[in-house]
């Protein structure tokens, strides 16, 4: 049962330098999103997808960029990478269909991908 | 609008005592309340939710929490802690609007755990 899987799990980065991370999941949720976590700031929402075909800019979204061109795949892209980018980035996946009718789903997370960027 | 203040940024215990982890939050909507567990280096996994059922939730590994709208409160508790219990835990408050269903994080509590 793999899940959430993001790649690369670690990546030192230039600055100026382009980067995709890869988010893939194997449960058909319809919703992904992408969160940055920095030490003493928690868990920021930069960008997510409720189905394939839509996104949405979260908290932090400037510098990053993302698509959904199909239900399993959510990539993030910084298409510049700068200094203030080094974090802990974490792809997550819900099933938020039945929220509406107060079935909320809960967030599965992969298990991050480090990157610094200098 | 939500939000979620976690009022100790971190908290310890001797091993076999109780623990008490402490959430406040605010929203505009009927919340879903979350706590996730993150130890060193891992992602985040999900220890109980609140989804306007029961307002007391049994979690995984010994985890409780208990729904308190007239306090805004959602606090996490187990009677007798462990070792393996030392990790980042995080409450969360989520609801579903116009967007979709969003999540928001509370900054964390870092909890240790002494021999």
């Known amino acids: 049962i793999a899940g959430i899987t993001q790649a690369p799990t670690s990546q030192i980065l230039a600055a100026g330098r382009r980067m995709t991370l890869r988010c893939t999941q194997d449960m058909r949720h319809n919703a992904m999103y992408w969160y940055r976590q920095d030490l003493g700031l928690g868990l920021r929402l930069i960008h997510y997808?409720?189905?394939?075909?839509?996104?949405g800019k979260g908290e932090v979204p400037d510098g990053y960029s993302v698509s959904r061109a199909n239900t399993d795949d959510f990539p993030l892209t910084l298409a510049s990478a700068v200094p203030s980018q080094t974090s802990v980035y974490f792809c997550a996946s819900s099933d938020s269909r039945g929220a509406r009718a107060g079935r909320p789903g809960e967030l599965f997370f992969g298990e991050g991908s480090r990157l610094t960027v200098l | 609008a939500q939000s979620v203040t976690q009022l100790d940024s971190h908290v310890s215990v001797s091993e076999g005592t109780p623990v008490l982890l402490r959430c406040n939050y605010s929203?505009?909507?009927?919340?879903?309340l979350f706590w996730y567990v993150q130890h060193p280096n891992k992602g985040l996994q999900l220890l109980l939710k609140?989804?306007?059922?029961?307002?007391l939730v049994k979690g995984i590994n010994g985890f409780e929490a208990e729904f308190k709208k007239s306090e805004t409160s959602f606090h996490l508790t187990k009677p007798s802690a462990h070792m393996s219990d030392a990790a980042e835990y995080f409450c969360v408050v989520s609801a579903y609007d116009n967007y979709g269903q969003n999540f928001v994080f509370g900054p964390g509590t870092r909890l240790s755990v002494l021999p």
């Open positions: 929203s505009s909507y009927s919340p879903s």
């Open positions: 997808s409720n189905t394939a075909g839509t996104t």
């Open positions: 609140y989804t306007s059922a029961a307002t």
